[in-house]
Each structure stands twice: as structure tokens, then as C-alpha cells.
């Protein structure tokens, strides 16, 4: 038998600094005028001094409240990150001890800013073979820690946050589809390189941080073609039309790649969640932390059909269609 699912409960946590664009625009040669015309970011959220893993642990713990379950009932934890505090242990074990989620399985998964996707699929896949009942699923980044703050084409786009989900197995006929893809070939597109480099033969010891690097237009153009893909592939043999949809939440990169999407597909924009005026980009945190602003601004609705897609860093891309 193959199980149904359904997300129960959804949190998130921001950290409480915020860094406007006039704020940018002191240490960083731009102008707000210049960043809101370009992406639709006003501000985002940047760390002082909270980790990637106290920002998941009080993000999973707000998505434990609304689920109604005790840590203990997860079976599974899926930390979606580039910005681990450590290699290893991984986030899920440093959130699996912070909520006392003493019967877990916890691991972290590395999709660049479709981590989530990803996580959400594994999750599925794990709840619907009948594995696991109750998953935690986290996107958690601390991006400020791996951007160069003097390049100003990636510095104005990121920001700093973590949002969660729970999701169990149901009675209830619930639709899901999951698609993904990746391309290891565009890796240059999109890259953070990991450190510390140690090399024994060598002797070259690099403890220098290592920072972000991008081509924006390569990633415009690849975002846009994806996600158009990723829709297409989600409804495909389905009975569900794109009209039937109730809500798209893209990953919250860039305001001009969801009009340019809503314009493609003919979808009233409305139907597009969008909170990176607030946020920026969040990485894998964007799409819970999204969900999360929408669940508490009560517009998500038992029935409802909603659209989560992720693209980034791989390059990797994919969807989930659920069913609420
Ligand atoms: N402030 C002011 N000027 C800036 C700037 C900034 N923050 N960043 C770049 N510029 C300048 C450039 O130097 C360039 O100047 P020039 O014309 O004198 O050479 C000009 O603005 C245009 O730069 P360009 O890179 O062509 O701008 P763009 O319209 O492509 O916008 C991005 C840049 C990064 C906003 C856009 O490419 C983008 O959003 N790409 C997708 C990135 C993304 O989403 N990444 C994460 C995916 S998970």
C-alpha cells in the first residue's frame, strides 16, 4: 500500500536584525533604487550571532506547536542546507537534540536552493513507502557567512533565516507530485567551494572563508526555463490543471523570475506567493519560511492545491504538487 501525506504543521525563524537596502548601500557601492528595480528585495535578515542550527531548532520547535505533536513522535529529520555550522555532526543532529527528538533518524541534504525540494521529496518517499510517519522538514542557511560582501551582484541578493514543515502519513486521498532534475554539467554557473582545504602533500593550508560566486544573467534565464519545465512537469498526467492550482510558491530569488513566470503561464500573480521584499533570498530556508508567513496569515486552506518549486546551485531544480 502507498501511503498520503499531508504537511500539519509549518514554522519559521528569522533572525531579528534587518539590513535594509539604504543599509547596503553605505558599505556596498549601490542604491535601493537599483536593487528594488533589479529583484523586488526592500530588506533582508542578517545574523548576529544566531547558527544555522539555533535558527532551525526554533523554526522546527514553532512547526512542532502547529502540528500538535511531541518531538519524540518524528521519526525523521531532513535539514535542507549549504550553511551547516559543521560538517559533521550534521544540522538534523544538532535540531534533533535541541527539540529532544529522541526517536529521529537526522541527516542534512546539500540541493544549493532547491535543498528543500529535494528534502521534501526524500521525505515523501520515505512516509509513503510506510518507513517513517512523521517527518521534520527544515530549510536553514546563514548565506551572510558565505557572501563576498564586496561584490555587489551577489551581496544585495541573500539573506539569513529558517523554515520548517511537518509532514505525516494520512487516511485522507491526498494528490502528490514530485519532480526534480539536476545539472552537474552548469557547475561553474552557481558555486561555493568548501573549506577548510587541507592538503596533506602539499602543505597548502586554506582556512580562509570561501564565498559565493554566480553568473546572474546564466541563473535568470536558467530559473525561468526550469520553472516553466517544473510546472509542466508536475501537472503532466495528472487530472490537476494549472488553474486548479490555489498557490505557486517559487523559491524567493527574484520578484522579475515569478512576473516572469506569472506572464508565461497566464496566472494572475496573486496565486504567487512572494516575501523576498522582506526576506531576499533565503536559499533553502525561502519556501518554508514562505509557507510558514502564509499558514499564519491563514490563506492556506484544507484541499488547497499548492505548487512549491526550487532551483539553484548544481544546477538543481524541481517541484512538489500537494494537496493540503
Ligand atoms: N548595484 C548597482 N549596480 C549593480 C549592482 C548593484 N548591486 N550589481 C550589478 N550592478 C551593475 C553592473 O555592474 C552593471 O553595470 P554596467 O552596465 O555598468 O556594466 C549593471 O548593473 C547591470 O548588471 P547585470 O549583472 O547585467 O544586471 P542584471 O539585470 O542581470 O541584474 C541580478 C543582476 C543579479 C539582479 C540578476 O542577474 C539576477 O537576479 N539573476 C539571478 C540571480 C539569482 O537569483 N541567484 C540565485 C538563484 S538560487
Redesign the pocket.
Known sequence: MINNIKIIGYGSCMPSNIVTNEDLSKI????DE??SK??GIKERRISKGESTSDLAIAAAKNALDVAGISASEIDLIIVATSTSDCFFPSTGCTVQSGIGATNATSFDLAG??TGFIYATDVAIQYLKAGRFKNALIIGAEVMSKVIDWND??????FGDGAGAVVMTVTDEPKITKVYTKSDGTKSEV?KLKAVPIIDMYENVKTIDRSTMT?N??E??KF?CNVIIETIDALLANTSVKLEDVDYIVL?Q??S??IEYVSNKVNINIEKFFMNLDKYG?T?AASIPIALDEMYKKNILKSGHKVMLIG???GLTWGGVLLEL
Do not use: K
Open positions: 556596498i557601492d549601490t542604491s537599483w536593487i533589479r529583484t544549493a536552493c555587489r551582484g551577489t551581496a544585495i541578493l552557481l554566480m546572474g544573467q541563473v535568470f530559473a523559491h530569488a527574484n522579475r523570475i533570498n536559499s532551483f539553484g546551485g
